[in-house]
T-cell receptor, first 116, second 111 residues
Framework: DVKVTQSSRYLVKRTGEKVFLECVQD?????MFWYRQDPGLGLRLIYF???????EKGDIPEGYSVSREKKERFSLILESASTNQTSMYLC???????????????FGPGTRLLVL | QKEVEQDPGPLSVPEGAIVSLNCTYS??????FMWYRQYSRKGPELLMY????GNKEDGRFTAQVDKSSKYISLFIRDSQPSDSATYLC???????????FGAGTRLFVKA
């Protein structure tokens, strides 16, 4: 059974704190993604990685950074948490494919982050 | 204007009803069209996808794509309480990495 796990289901942090969200996949997937999900806005891509140490900005990278030192692990870092970063954060992974087919994205259960 | 528009609902139907969920989009380059289902407190999971125009059926679910109108639909026949979830449409270009998601429609099927 495919598995994407996220380090925390719920997190409460203070404004200005540095926050680390961890994601691990056990499917040997090349691609990994970080999204945030907000009511009425759907899933918005923050960053994705197509290989170890490789990353690309998504639609809303400001205030975030990522790290991928190992193939199975993709970390999202909030450098200085702000209240507008309160959200549900979802990690996903997919195989590389050819870009000419739908490579299913497998999602983790999400981390609900509250920044006070 | 958002690239993908989806009515957030909620949509409430009685058990056994036919459900129609829809999305419109603006980017004519989209070729892959997907529907994800997300249960409460879970991540989304791929339900089905189609390539370009046409229909695809999988059990009680039918996905339709009308590229001329930039309109996609998901039909659920004989809806069940277990179908209660948020349904997100998603789409992408050929050769691209980025998938664009709709906001999701929350569906309640009442027993």
């Amino acid at each position: 059974d495919v598995k994407v796990t996220q380090s925390s289901r719920y997190l409460v942090k203070r404004t200005g704190e540095k926050v680390f969200l961890e994601c691990v996949q056990d499917m040997d997937h090349e691609n990994m993604f970080w999204y945030r999900q907000d009511p009425g806005l759907g899933l918005r891509l923050i960053y994705f990685s197509y290989d170890v140490k490789m990353k690309e900005k998504g639609d809303i990278p400001e205030g975030y950074s990522v790290s991928r030192e190992k193939k199975e692990r993709f970390s999202l870092i909030l450098e200085s948490a702000s209240t507008n970063q309160t959200s549900m954060y979802l990690c996903a992974s997919s195989s590389a494919g050819s870009g000419r087919s739908v490579e299913t994205q497998y999602f983790g259960p999400g981390t609900r982050l509250l920044v006070l | 204007q958002k690239e993908v528009e989806q009515d957030p609902g909620p949509l409430s139907v009685p058990e056994g009803a036919i459900v129609s969920l829809n999305c419109t989009y603006s980017n004519s380059a989209f070729q892959y069209f997907m529907w994800y289902r997300q249960y409460s407190r879970k991540g989304p999971e791929l339900l089905m996808y189609t390539y370009s125009s046409g229909n695809k059926e999988d059990g009680r679910f039918t996905a339709q794509v009308d590229k001329s109108s930039k309109y996609i639909s998901l039909f659920i026949r004989d809806s069940q309480p277990s179908d209660s979830a948020t349904y997100l449409c998603a789409m992408r270009n050929t050769g691209g990495f980025k998938t664009i998601f709709g906001a999701g429609t929350r569906l309640f099927v009442k027993a």
